[in-house]
């Protein structure tokens, strides 16, 4: 049985990907930091979770320990991420781009250095996913630590793909609006999606076929996939 590691399956996406394997017949071990009516629905499904705090490297490997005792990896997809405006001071700036970094280079990072021997142990294909953001290419100022970290996530997948080929395929997908938070306002929705092309909210689906294209197409390796209807273009 395949086997694949998702970051950040407590919530939205994170959530979907590991609901898609398991129905797709894989065996899934998910990270979490907080517990959500979603943990508690995995484990029923038969899913392996770890809660580790991401910004901690030291939980970070203990983590990464407890998944090189399994006999196979096949996929990591590197979803766990982080989000705020930008703070107003200093102190509170330092600390919001420690834990950005931590988040969305650092844990990744040592994510694949950990697990990277055993996925190529396991052969057959395996393939690494960051998921990454349309701001990685095009920055929004208003969120600056927040889409220079996620631009760091994108180039680490192209180091990687670099570095293990031809043994793992590394690729990445950059959402767009694909499900606004709660606490966006209708204003801010409006402004969003008159600056997307398709003019609507994407849903967490397109974003799941974009991962299933890419662990599908075997002759993919440092590639992106834009899953944001065409907000990259008009923004």
């Not at 990072?109 to 055993?118: D, Q, R, T, V, Y």
């Not at 031809?166 to 709660?182: H, T, W």
Request: hydrophobic share 40%; net charge negative.
């Amino acid at each position: 049985m395949k086997h694949a590691l998702v970051t950040g399956v407590g919530r939205r996406l994170g959530f979907a990907i590991a609901q898609r394997l398991l129905d797709e017949g894989w065996r899934v071990s998910g990270h979490f930091r907080t517990e959500s009516e979603a943990t508690g629905r995995l484990r029923e499904r038969g899913a392996t979770l770890y809660q580790a705090d991401l910004e901690d490297a030291t939980q970070t490997i203990g983590m990464i320990e407890q998944l090189q005792k399994s006999s196979r990896l096949d996929l990591i997809v590197h979803n766990a991420s982080c989000f705020r405006p930008e703070p107003e001071g200093l102190a509170e700036k330092a600390a919001w781009s420690d834990a950005c970094h931590r988040v969305h280079v650092q844990a990744p990072m040592l994510i694949n250095e950990g697990l990277g021997p055993l996925m190529k142990a396991t052969g057959d294909d395996p393939n690494l996913v960051h998921i990454t953001d349309i701001f990685a290419e095009r920055p929004d100022p208003q969120y600056r630590t927040y889409t220079a970290a996620k631009a760091g996530l994108d180039n680490l997948a192209l180091s990687y793909a670099q570095l293990w080929a031809p043994d793992i395929r590394v690729n990445r997908i950059q959402p767009g609006p694909i499900l606004f938070l709660p606490e966006h306002s209708e204003e801010h929705k409006a402004k969003v999606l008159a600056n997307t092309l398709l003019r609507r909210e994407g849903g967490l689906d397109p974003v799941l076929d974009a991962l299933w294209t890419l662990i599908g197409n075997a002759y993919l390796t440092g590639a992106v996939i834009k899953v944001d209807g065409g907000r990259f273009l008009a923004q």
